[in-house]
């Protein structure tokens, strides 16, 4: 583990009841706003999962507080939510999800799965980290099985640069973490050199709707 992936994990795991404080304000401040994000990740997955086999089994990296299990379940999947962070961990397991403790950049995957998805988890990694992760990912999946996962984009007017920040707005929690931005290019080689075919990808959220990477890569 790098030491941003571990400094970043570390203040998940301090201020995980901040993280949930300021999702929910910002919520509140904006519903409109967030109904519509919600609902476009929701479409966004169900396009990711088109001719997939009914019910697939989905391991979900990174759950927090499992906000997106229910929406997952709404598509027909049979979820396991996970998350690096005891804290959150412990917030999931008050809410009958029965999570799974699972840091994938220090532990190899449990099970087989339908679909590996990651919902703003690998952002917080180094290109090194998210390279030795891949592997597992890719042997924990079924052939067929598909990894969905978005990561920050600097292909975008004026690029971003990567660092350790604490983002204003939404994901402003009072602490600073680890993010890290990819070209475009350069993520898809970096998944096909893995193994896999990256079946679909798009850009999205943010002022320039580009923000974030979106892929779906399949295990052939």
């Known amino acids: 583990m790098s030491k941003e992936n571990r400094g970043t994990l570390e203040v998940y795991e301090a201020m995980a009841i901040d993280w949930i404080s300021c999702q929910t304000r910002k919520h509140k401040e904006e519903p409109a706003k967030f109904a519509k994000k919600r609902e ?38 049979r979820v396991q939510p996970s998350d690096g962070a005891q804290s959150f961990v412990n917030i999931m397991e008050k809410k009958g999800l029965h999570p799974m403790l699972l840091d994938v950049s220090q532990k190899r995957i449990p099970g087989t799965w339908d679909a590996i998805i990651a ?12 390279k030795r992760i891949l592997p ?41 973490r680890y993010f890290h931005y990819w070209k475009n290019y350069h993520l898809i080689q970096c ?18 709707n580009r923000r974030w990477i979106e892929i779906c890569a399949i295990k052939p």
Do not use: Q
């Open 191 to 208: 998944v096909e050199e893995a193994g896999f075919i990256v079946k679909k990808y798009e850009v999205d959220g943010g002022e320039d």
């Open 40 to 77: 476009a990740k929701r479409t966004r997955i169900f396009r990711f999962m088109e001719g997939m086999s009914p019910n697939p089994l989905v391991l979900e990296i990174g759950s927090g507080a499992g906000d997106d299990v229910s929406m997952l379940e709404s598509l027909g999947c």
């Open 119 to 130: 919902n703003h988890v690998f952002i917080h990694m180094t290109e090194e980290d998210f």
């Open 136 to 176: 597992k990912i890719y042997g924990a999946l079924r052939p067929g099985g598909r990894f969905i996962f978005n990561v920050g984009n600097r292909d975008s007017e004026g690029g971003r640069s990567s660092g350790w920040m604490d983002l204003p707005g939404f994901h402003h929690i009072g602490a600073v």
